[in-house]
């Protein structure tokens, strides 16, 4: 962390130009993410100004079904999160000290209390078993046509080495391989992978971690895909040229596009983003073009990412830039997923210039049980003609139940998110209505509460003196806007927990995106 803020923030000249901003601009040129976002904006197309293009499309697929036209669909499963111990014992110690328990080395527990449960421990990381029961559930919902994984799957490791940090990564790429043989795989590693966890310098060609997960990922990829993974660390998929793509598939996802973001490029806590003086690993740049040439093309995309980008780990300098392309390719975006918080939430996006829903960013909960979680994940059915989705079904499994007898040991439907808040469907207005009911409706507030947190008893011991217009005005901060900022601005600053002020001190240490006016003098 010390180099990474002697490399940009503590250098003489950065810091009197561009921190305190009272000497001369002469080594250094301060891009301002305003005029990125005028400049993104500014050749929007007509047919897109109104800012309703995706709530039309919603209302033209009403009009069809009230006039009894049938429309096709696809379905899509999202999986994240799935932080597994892969060492998991039943019956020992779920104490946990430095990260350590429900394995042989934390001991026998003392009580009933303290004993592993057979399925898992709502103290501790996900035990294996249950990824077995991911496939149990395909005999319900049908296999999917095809998977999304967002990352995060080893233990929560500090000091490991890229072969220790990706053992979860391989486990987890193993069981997924054997449970949808025959089903297409979309996936991007989380922040976990790295060795230390969270950092990644992405001003590097090579990155050992990518380089073991592009490995045992080759043959859910093509050779230019597993290239442009290993080069950039990020990368983006014609999806019917997947190597399992069957015909009927290629018809379904023709002229769509999977976008893989690596968001290690936004996130607070990579402390190698320090020493980056502007769009680290070239991914903001790289997006903006994919999304024009997607646009020329008459592609339609899906993107998936780890970090959601309105997060407040999200450093604002890619959030805000982040904002503008979702208002700017609203037509292109169709469908977007995210994990990291370990919760089930939402965001909705904003326009630029009149705040209008234009889109919204699916947070799906986690698999593993950290955080005093029970497993979930999410079965998601899109529109085949439009890729926007219709049905997003939250899939649950009761650990303390499934502890208590077996026949519990399954993931069973939760709700559906239109059907659950009472609204038409789930397109960006239908979202914001949500987010907007919650700040008058208790009874929202505390359901929507208890579902953030997949019906956890915890979840229930957090609202059990119900949800107070505080409590429901943050359910509102976070779920209506995608960038951190517009949040804490709809708080006006109240209200924020340690984490929120933890954001802010990381984003100054961050600093802001500059370019140098001599590239040829040394660091100063």
Known sequence: MTAGLKSKILKPDYFCEITLSVCPAKHYKRLAPEDDVKRIISDKPDFIKDNNFVNNLYKEMKEDKEAGKERKTLTLYHITDVHINIDYKPGYSNVCKYFVCCIPEA??????????GKWGDLNEILNPAILDKIGELTKETGMPDLVTWTGDSTGHTIFGNPFVTTEGSKFVTKSLKKTFADSVMFAIHGNHEFAPFNIQDMSQNFDEVIEIIAEDWKSWMTEEVYEEYTDKTYFSYDAKTHPHAT???????DRTRIISLNTQNCYNFNF????????????????????????????VGILIGHIPLGNLDCIHEVSVRMKALQDRFQHILRLNLFGHTHY????????????KPIGTSHVTPSVTTHMYQNPSLRVITLDEETKLPIEVKTY?????????????????LDHEISEHYGVEDLSPSSMLEISEKIIDDEEMGIKYNINRR???????????????????????????????HDKLHCM??????VLDWLSHVFDFFHGGWVEKLHPEDSDK
């Open 107 to 116: 001991g026998e527990g003392k009580t009933e209390e303290e004993k592993a």
């Open 247 to 253: 015909e009927e598939f290629k018809k379904k996802l």
């Open 272 to 299: 190698a983003l320090m020493s980056e003086e502007n769009d680290p690993g070239q991914e903001f740049e790289w997006l903006e073009n994919l999304l024009r040439q997607m646009e020329k093309d008459g592609e």
């Open 344 to 355: 089930e939430e939402f965001e909705v996006h904003r326009s630029i210039e009149d705040n």
């Open 396 to 412: 649950t499994f009761h650990i303390d139940k499934a502890n208590q007898k077996d026949k519990y040991a399954k993931f069973v």
């Open 454 to 484: 997949a019906g956890s008893p915890l979840a229930h011991e957090d609202v059990k003196d119900g949800c107070n217009r505080d409590c429901r005005w943050i359910i509102h901060c976070n779920t209506a806007y995608n960038d951190y």
């Open 492 to 497: 006006r600053f109240h209200n924020m927990g």
